[in-house]
C-alpha cells in the first residue's frame, strides 16, 4: 500500500532505535536533537535539561511514550580513548547512570557499525554522567550476540540507616551507590512482596520512602561530583526462590519509575553493599532477577579507592538486549499537545 507522506514536510521530525533490557524499555534517539562537539558529558546533560528538555517530554511522555519510557542520545564522546558519549533520560529528566541502557546500546553499536566489531569480544568504551563505563560485546560464529557484559565506574557502600514513616514506623535501609545513589530495603517490613500484583503499592510507597530518605539523610554525597549527589531511586529487596538466583531486586525511581529489570546501576550498588559486609567475594558473581523474573548477573572483579571509600568496588554487570522497533515521531507545531503530557 503508497502512502502520501508528503503532508508531513512541515513537521518536526525525531527517528528513533526502540530496545529492551530485561523487559525495560530503551528508546535510542537517532535524529531530531540539536548536534553537540565534544566537551563534558554533563555539560551536554545541563544544556539539554536548560534549553531541549521539551524534545525530551516529546519522546518520553505521551502520546509518543508513557509513564515507564526510557530513553538515551548519543553523543560525542568526552574522553580521547572514548568510542562516544550518552545521555540517560526518564519522565522526570536525566539519569547519571543506566545499567539497562548501556548494555543495549553496546548492541546496538556492534549491530549499526558505529563500532568495529572484534569478534568473539568487542570492548566499547563510553562517556556516561556518572564516568567512563566499558563494554564488552559477546558475538558467537555468524555474529550473533549472547551477551553484553560492562564494567561500571567504582561503585561503594555508605552505611546502614532508618527513616520513620508515618504509616509503618522505623524501617532500615541501606545508602550505596552504583553510578547513582539508592536507598535499599528489605521489601518485607513494609509487608508486601516484590510482585507485580503490588505494582501501585511500589510507586507510592517507593516515592514516600525517596521523600523521606532525601529530607534526613545528610550522606548522599558523590566524592568528587556535586550533580551527582542525589538520591536517585529506591529499591526492594526479597529472596528468590529460585535456587540459581540470589535474590529479587525492584527499583523505583524518577518520578515513579518502576524498572522491569534487575537495574544494572542498582545491582552495581548491590554488590558494594555485600562486598563491604563480607556477603559477596571478588570475583563471586551472583544473579538478580526483576520485578517479572528477568535477570542480570554482578560480579565485583577489583577493589579500588575512590575518594574516601577505600574499599570502592567495579562490578561487572552483565545481560542482553533486543530490538523492538525504528521509528520515525512527527512534531506538529499546532498541535496542543505537542509536548507530551502524563497520567498515570
Excluded at 151 to 169: A, H, I, K, Q, R
Aim: aromatic share 10%; net charge negative.
Amino acid at each position: 500500500m503508497n502512502i502520501d507522506l508528503s503532508f508531513t514536510e512541515p513537521y518536526a521530525k525525531l527517528t528513533t532505535l526502540d530496545m529492551h533490557t530485561g523487559g525495560e524499555p530503551l528508546r535510542i534517539i537517532l535524529e531530531g536533537y540539536p548536534q553537540f562537539e565534544p566537551q563534558p558529558i554533563l555539560s551536554i546533560r545541563k544544556t539539554l535539561s536548560e534549553k531541549h528538555d521539551n524534545l525530551r517530554k516529546a519522546l518520553m511522555w505521551e502520546p509518543r511514550g508513557h509513564a515507564d519510557m526510557y530513553g538515551l542520545l548519543k553523543v560525542p564522546a568526552e574522553r580521547k580513548d572514548s568510542d562516544f558519549g550518552v545521555i540517560f533520560m526518564h519522565n522526570a529528566g536525566y539519569s547519571t547512570m543506566c545499567g539497562h541502557a548501556t548494555i543495549a546500546i553496546a548492541k546496538a553499536a556492534v549491530r549499526l557499525g558505529w563500532v568495529k566489531a572484534t569478534p568473539p569480544i568487542t570492548t566499547i568504551k563510553i562517556d556516561a554522567p556518572c564516568g567512563q563505563l566499558t563494554a564488552y560485546v559477546k558475538q558467537k560464529e555468524g555474529g550473533k550476540i549472547e551477551e553484553v557484559s560492562f564494567e561500571n565506574v567504582p561503585s561503594f557502600y555508605v552505611g546502614s540507616f532508618t527513616v520513620n514513616l508515618l504509616e509503618l514506623g522505623l524501617i532500615t535501609y541501606d545508602l550505596a551507590y552504583g553510578g547513582a545513589f539508592y536507598a535499599y530495603l528489605n521489601i518485607h517490613q513494609l509487608g508486601i512482596t516484590c510482585d507485580a500484583k503490588h505494582y501501585t503499592d511500589l510507586i507510592r510507597l517507593g516515592k514516600l520512602i525517596k521523600q523521606q530518605v532525601i529530607k534526613t539523610n545528610t550522606h548522599i554525597n558523590h566524592p568528587y561530583e556535586k550533580d551527582l549527589s542525589f538520591l536517585y531511586g529506591v529499591i526492594f529487596i526479597e529472596d528468590s526462590k529460585k535456587p540459581d538466583v540470589h535474590s529479587k531486586n525492584v527499583c523505583v525511581f524518577a518520578d515513579g519509575e518502576v524498572d522491569r529489570c534487575a537495574t544494572g546501576s542498582g545491582v552495581s550498588g548491590r554488590a558494594a553493599i555485600h562486598f563491604a559486609k563480607g556477603e559477596l567475594a571478588l570475583n563471586e558473581n551472583i544473579t538478580i532477577e526483576s520485578i517479572i523474573n528477568t535477570t542480570l548477573s554482578v560480579t565485583p572483579i577489583k577493589t579500588v579507592e575512590y575518594g574516601t571509600y577505600n574499599q570502592a568496588i567495579i562490578p561487572l554487570v552483565s545481560g542482553n538486549a533486543y530490538f523492538t522497533g525504528y521509528q520515525q515521531f512527527w512534531i506538529d507545531q499546532n498541535d496542543p499537545l505537542k509536548d507530551g503530557f502524563l497520567i498515570r
